[in-house]
């Protein structure tokens, strides 16, 4: 079976984001396929790995309550702050990078504010799992 490496080359969407966002993968990361940083289950870290979707409109955001009550229930957007405290849920269980499970393409992680993040371009590179 093949996996599409997820990595700094891939992109993530927001299920409530306004757009994608690149993954980051830390440079201290020293697994790589076709020189491409391969991202891990702990690439999680707000701000750090996962940068805003620009905008919010997910209704669990008490940012967007605030702003879509002010504006007598039309749903407003406000900026997007994901806040993700568990580690992505992966298929790759059998790849390891840096000693935890790889990121593939069927990757997701939750958002505080009831947004599911997933892989939204794994990249141009594949390996194949055993």
Partial sequence: MSLAVVGELSAIQCLFGASPTPLIVLPDRTITAELSLMGNI???IPFVNILTFVECVSLANPQVII???AAMGVLTPMPCEPIVVDPWVSEAL???VEIVP???QTSI????????IHVDEPGNVTVMVP
């Fill in 42 to 44: 702990s690439d999680m």
């Fill in 67 to 69: 702003a879509t009550a």
């Fill in 94 to 96: 059998d790849v390891f």
């Fill in 102 to 104: 790889a990121l593939d």
């Fill in 109 to 116: 992680v939750m958002c505080i504010w009831a947004g599911v």
